[in-house]
């Protein structure tokens, strides 16, 4: 309710956030707010039409709305995952929803890499896309950001602050604050939402003092111009020592292991400070893996060789390989 008299219109949630009760909670909020005030957005991970119309039917309820204005599918991990929705219903059912009023918009949101984002985005089933997209991993996800202003569909932009490590690395991020600009957090949006394509910054808070200082960033919003932009791009490339930076230069792996996913869980320990705890969650919650992809890595050495940031991929590799599940 702060955040939507704050001006903050678009509320993001799923089935499983929460122990399961976002979408109820979310629900109990929009239910006081009038309709036309709000866009509300909710998804399905299923591959089956029938699961996924079944979950469409209990996120309406929950959420107290006729209609869901985004409905995503949801979590696309790879191209094969995306055949598997189009094969076994799952795009057709939200589809099909949509023309019966139930859904506003079909969208799927996906972390996939941009270039296969954007094969995804030109079977022109979806009118938007969901992406993790910030002053971190832009390279990843250019591809797919741009494919989707070529189509004129919408871009969410998720995880904008990256996750919070830009805020919690605000020293290293501390460029992206320009003389207009109050915070780094403010710079680190700005940067985000300056793409042209990107539509809306998904941003996450768990105060109110953090909603205030996301609506102050983007209150006086003047987008960056191109030349700002590619100097905070060249700036961000420079100083990304020891991190990867999503290229894929170094693909492809003869082992088939999906090295930039994995140096960007290597990424989220370095910058967050909490290890193997980080990693094994982005492993698992990010990328749909575990430390098995790092393990098939045999040392072979091309991928340093075509580094673009001469990281050690191999010594990272082990590290990752070795994590263990944590004890419940
Ligand atoms: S060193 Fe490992 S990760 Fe790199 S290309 Fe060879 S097998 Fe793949
Ligand atoms: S070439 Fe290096 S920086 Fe680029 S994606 Fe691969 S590991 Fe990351």
Redesign the pocket.
């Known amino acids: 309710m702060y955040a939507h008299s704050k001006g903050i219109n678009y509320f993001d949630t799923a089935p499983g956030y929460c122990n399961d009760k976002s979408e109820e909670i979310v629900g109990a909020a929009v239910r006081q707010l009038k309709r036309d005030t709000f866009y509300v957005s909710t998804k399905c991970g299923a591959a089956d039409g029938g699961q996924v119309r079944a979950s469409l039917e209990k996120s309406l309820k929950r959420l107290n709305v006729e209609k869901i204005d985004f409905f995503h599918v949801w979590g696309v991990l790879s191209l094969e995952g995306w055949g598997n929705r189009k094969a076994k219903g799952a795009v057709a059912a939200v589809r099909k929803a949509k023309e019966e009023g139930l859904v506003g918009h079909v969208v799927c949101s996906s972390h996939m890499p941009g270039k296969d984002i954007r094969v995804m985005l030109a079977d022109e089933l979806v009118e938007g896309v969901t992406l993790g997209y910030c002053a971190i991993n832009f390279p990843y996800r250019d591809d797919a950001v741009t494919a989707a202003g070529e189509m004129n569909l919408g871009v969410v932009a998720m995880n904008p602050l990256g996750g919070g490590l830009i805020p919690q690395n605000a020293e290293r991020f501390g460029f992206l604050k320009g003389p207009d600009d109050p915070s780094v957090v403010a710079g680190a949006l700005r940067f985000c939402v300056s793409h042209p394509a990107v539509t809306s910054a998904l941003v996450g808070f768990s105060s109110k003092e953090q909603i205030d200082e996301a609506v102050a960033a983007v209150a006086h919003f003047k987008p960056h111009t191109p030349a700002r932009v590619a100097e905070i791009r060249q700036h961000i490339l420079a100083s990304f020592e020891g991190l990867?930076?999503?290229?894929?230069?170094?693909?492809p792996c003869p082992e088939d292991i999906r090295?930039?996913q994995m140096?960007d869980t290597f990424n989220q320990s370095l910058l967050s400070g909490r290890g193997e705890k980080i990693m094994r969650e982005r492993l698992k919650w990010h990328w749909g893996t575990t430390n098995e992809e790092a393990a098939r890595c045999t040392e072979c050495g091309l991928?340093e060789d075509?580094?673009?940031?001469h990281?050690p991929?191999r010594e990272r590799m082990k590290v990752i390989a070795s994590l263990v599940e944590e004890k419940k």
């Open positions: 990867c930076t999503g290229c894929e230069y170094c693909l090295i930039p140096m991928c075509r580094c673009t940031q990281l991929i």
